[in-house]
């Protein structure tokens, strides 16, 4: 199994410092999301105090040359603080900070997708929107093979992996376990987390989240896992279709209802959703990938629990369908509706901007409304 080469040197050695008093001083780590839309970059800087909150972050800034985000002849990027979590990885009093990218003139950069959400979710805040978002994810070697794989083939086919336990069924348990304590220490909202269907394929789930907490949430959960999986020398494929073939791809399947949607008769809400949903499916698939659709071409097939990429449906328990309600929702009359189509490698921050501007702003059409502040 391919491991990377820092996965071997000595965690012990590397405690001994760990454990040594800081003083007053706090490590804040700055993560930002750089131009790829996909991929996470970090640094860190010292802070004299232990923030409390994200007004005690200062601004800071980094070559957005380096990160696929500007020109070298003027790549000075800004990191706008805008979500405070704790650093499992350093401990208490350190921070893990999630930071928004501006550009030289302070408009966003083109990656930095949480302004114009925030904004969106802000406009209908009165009716309290809930996401959950369920995160799978392929854990692969540095040599890009499905960690506990053969070398030279295939394991057995899809059955027995989901939900599986044991050594012949779970691969990577250890990574998944990590994650889950250190995102419970970081105070992010996993709420659970299960192996998949595909050998070596897990997910985790993280909400219920209101508003722009989603986004916020799942990136740092992304960015928790990477470092876990850094820590053990194996790598975190969020790729809506790692393994082409008889084989799941991996979604991010997303969860929403509002205050209606939760009360008595909110399956009336639910219905009327969906049905705005149907009318603009081409606009969603556009937002649920960072390529514009192209990346869950390769994922919504019709095959392996997907709907096709070029139909919308909905249904009652349908794991086959855009739109899933589940049964005890149908039962109830009330709850939430799960949309199946977003990718693995999704932007949190485009999918929940894209149900409330449909669900809840009743925009129609190819395009997103411009608002005027």
């Not at 909150?53 to 800004?78: C, H």
């Not at 969106?120 to 996401?131: A, E, G, L, N, S």
């Not at 978002?133 to 070697?141: A, D, K, S």
Request: aromatic share 10%; with cysteine; net charge negative.
């Amino acid at each position: 199994m391919a491991t990377s080469a820092s996965s071997s040197l000595s965690k012990a050695v590397k405690q001994q410092y760990m454990d040594l008093p800081q003083g007053d001083k706090v490590q804040a780590m700055y993560i930002w999301i750089d131009g790829t839309g996909e991929g996470l970059r970090c640094k860190t800087r010292t802070l004299d105090s232990e923030p409390k909150t994200i007004d005690d972050l200062p601004e800071w800034n980094f070559d957005g040359s380096s990160t696929y985000q500007s020109e070298g002849s003027n790549s000075d990027m800004y990191l706008i603080p805008s979500a405070m979590f704790r650093d499992p990885f350093r401990k208490d009093p350190n921070k893990l900070v999630l930071c928004e990218v501006l550009k030289y003139n302070r408009k966003p950069a083109e990656t930095n997708l949480r302004r114009t959400c925030k904004k969106i979710m802000d406009m209908v805040k009165d009716q309290h929107p809930w996401f959950g978002m369920e995160q799978e994810y392929t854990i692969l070697g540095v040599d890009g093979h499905p960690y506990g794989w053969p070398s030279n083939g295939f394991p057995g086919p899809q059955g027995p992996y989901y939900c599986g336990v044991g050594a012949d069924k779970a691969y990577g348990r250890d990574i998944v376990e990590a994650h889950y304590k250190a995102c419970l220490y970081a105070g992010v909202q996993i709420c659970g987390t299960n192996a998949e269907v595909m050998p070596a394929q897990w997910e985790f789930q993280v909400g219920p989240c209101e508003g722009i907490n989603m986004g916020d949430h799942l990136w740092v959960a992304r960015f928790i896992l990477h470092r876990v999986c850094e820590d053990f020398g194996v790598v975190a494929s969020f790729d809506p279709k790692p393994i082409p073939g008889n084989w799941n791809g991996a979604g991010c399947h997303t969860n929403f209802s509002t205050k209606e949607m939760r009360e008595e008769e909110g399956l009336k809400f639910i219905e009327e959703s969906i049905e705005k949903l149907s009318r603009r499916h081409r606009y969603h698939i556009r937002a649920y990938d960072p390529k514009g659709g192209l990346d869950n071409a390769r994922r919504l097939t019709g095959h392996h629990e997907t709907s096709n990429i070029h139909e919308f449906s909905a249904g009652v328990a349908n794991r086959g369908a855009s739109i899933r309600i589940p049964r005890s929702v149908g039962q109830d009359k009330k709850g939430y509706f799960e949309d199946r189509r977003p990718s693995a490698n999704c932007d949190p921050y485009a999918v929940t901007e894209a149900l409330i501007r449909t669900c809840l702003l009743n925009e129609e059409g190819e395009e997103p409304v411009e608002y005027k502040n």
